[in-house]
């Protein structure tokens, strides 16, 4: 098993651009995830799935778009890249109770992809 | 709105000492609870999870959950210079997510 991988591991965008961060897991796992980490802090939830065809918004979705077509896949598009994006973003996954369970799994992380908009 | 508070450290422990390592939540609801370590430049990845009040042990690290006075802990007995990383407390409230703390730098001082 890979686990879960993302793609790229480092980019630079220009203010304006936009790209995907592309996160795909071998663990059919049913919830996924995706934060981003700014230098010397925790993690802020982005968006998160809890099945194919299901997404939501976490703390910080503004200037973000995710889909899930499959169990696999959960890329991250950002639209019109700004300075305030600059960050790691890391993708995870994790196999949950239904809504209503008591506990969560582990999650498990992707290696991150590194981005900075200049 | 549901927070995570950890001291952000740095934490400087003599190897072969024991780490403590501290964090609180906000809602008394919290269902699970979670240490991740996460080294300079990679992902975080999980070390200990405790569900029910008391001690948790597994190997050198034993994780302390009070939830009366909503305080997770983890120590780290023996402490090794490979033990120096960042770790992140994280908190599932039964909302299908994790909150995560700030997280506490600790070193180990050779």
């Known amino acids: 098993n890979a686990g879960v991988t993302q793609t790229p591991k480092f980019r630079i965008l220009k203010i304006g651009q936009s790209m995907t961060l592309q996160c795909t897991q071998d663990m059919n796992h049913n919830y996924m995830y995706w934060y981003r980490q700014d230098p010397g802090m925790g993690l802020k939830l982005i968006y998160y799935?809890?099945?194919?065809?299901?997404?939501d918004k976490g703390e910080v979705p503004n200037g973000y778009n995710v889909s899930r077509s499959t169990t696999e896949d959960f890329p991250l598009r950002l639209e019109l890249a700004a300075p305030s994006q600059t960050s790691v973003y890391f993708c995870?996954?994790?196999?949950?109770?239904?809504?209503?369970?008591?506990?969560?799994?582990?999650?498990?992380f992707g290696p991150g992809t590194r981005l900075t908009v200049l | 709105q549901k927070e995570v508070e950890q001291n952000s450290g740095p934490l400087s422990v003599p190897e072969g000492a024991i780490a403590s390592l501290n964090c609180t939540y906000s809602d008394r609801g919290s269902q699970s609870f979670f240490w991740y370590r996460q080294y300079s430049g990679k992902s975080p990845e999980l070390i200990m999870s405790i569900y029910s009040n008391g001690d948790k042990e597994d190997g050198r690290f034993t994780a302390q959950l009070n939830k009366a006075s909503q305080y997770v802990s983890l120590l780290i007995r023996d402490s090794q210079p490979s033990d120096s990383a960042t770790y992140l407390c994280a908190v599932f409230y039964g909302n299908e997510k994790l909150t995560f703390g700030t997280g506490t730098r600790l070193t180990i001082i050779p």
């Open positions: 995870a996954s994790s196999y949950s109770l239904l809504a209503g369970g008591p506990q969560t799994d582990t999650q498990y």
């Open positions: 799935s809890v099945g194919a065809g299901i997404t």
